[in-house]
């Protein structure tokens, strides 16, 4: 018995120790899984910071080249004016009316027809200041310098434009 005892103690002891190197080594490698999750986790969230703002750069990049191509057709837009007095003669009496004819230029291209009003005059009326104030082309309204333009106009052309900008 004693012999046998002296040969299984130190079969259990090795087999002991084995188990427990396994297991220490198990508990050393969930360690180090754990180490690497965390880094790996860090790193996909660093990435997708990254991401983020890259697309936000790309939007805003986008929208300035949108901005930057519109002011560029709109530099390119102008106008042509050409107004006269055309009088209108009834049996007693000539009437004078001022007709403004107005026209839509991209570049050489014209983009519209002419379109015309006419309206009434009466003697002694600045006809330079009433055909401004019915033009519907007027220049402000396209980008070039002018006294002054009318909030009525300016949605006007800026309804034009976004429905252009809509069928594209």
């Known amino acids: 018995m004693e012999t046998l005892l002296w ?3 130190p079969v259990l002891i090795a087999v002991g120790s084995a188990l427990m190197a396994v297991y220490i080594m198990q508990q050393r490698m969930e360690v180090q899984l754990a180490r690497e999750r965390q880094s ?6 660093s990435i997708e910071a990254q991401k983020n703002t890259l697309e936000e750069l790309n939007q805003l990049r986008q929208e300035t080249a949108r901005r930057r191509a519109l002011e ?5 837009l102008r106008t042509e004016e050409r107004h006269f007095m055309r009088e209108q003669k009834m049996l007693f009496a000539t009437r004078k009316s001022l007709v403004l004819q107005e026209r839509l230029y991209f570049r050489n291209i014209p983009i519209s027809s002419w379109v015309e009003h006419e309206v009434p005059v009466e003697e002694g009326a600045d006809i330079e200041s009433l055909a401004k104030t019915i033009a519907v082309f007027a220049p402000e309204l396209l980008g070039a310098p002018a006294p002054a333009a009318t ?3 300016l949605k006007l052309l800026q309804q034009t434009l976004a429905a252009a900008a809509g069928r594209r």
Do not use: I, T
Not at 72 to 76: A, N, S
């Open 72 to 76: 560029d057709l709109l530099g390119e």
């Open 7 to 9: 040969v299984v103690l």
């Open 40 to 45: 790996l986790s860090e790193a996909r969230a």
């Open 151 to 153: 909030p009525k106009k």
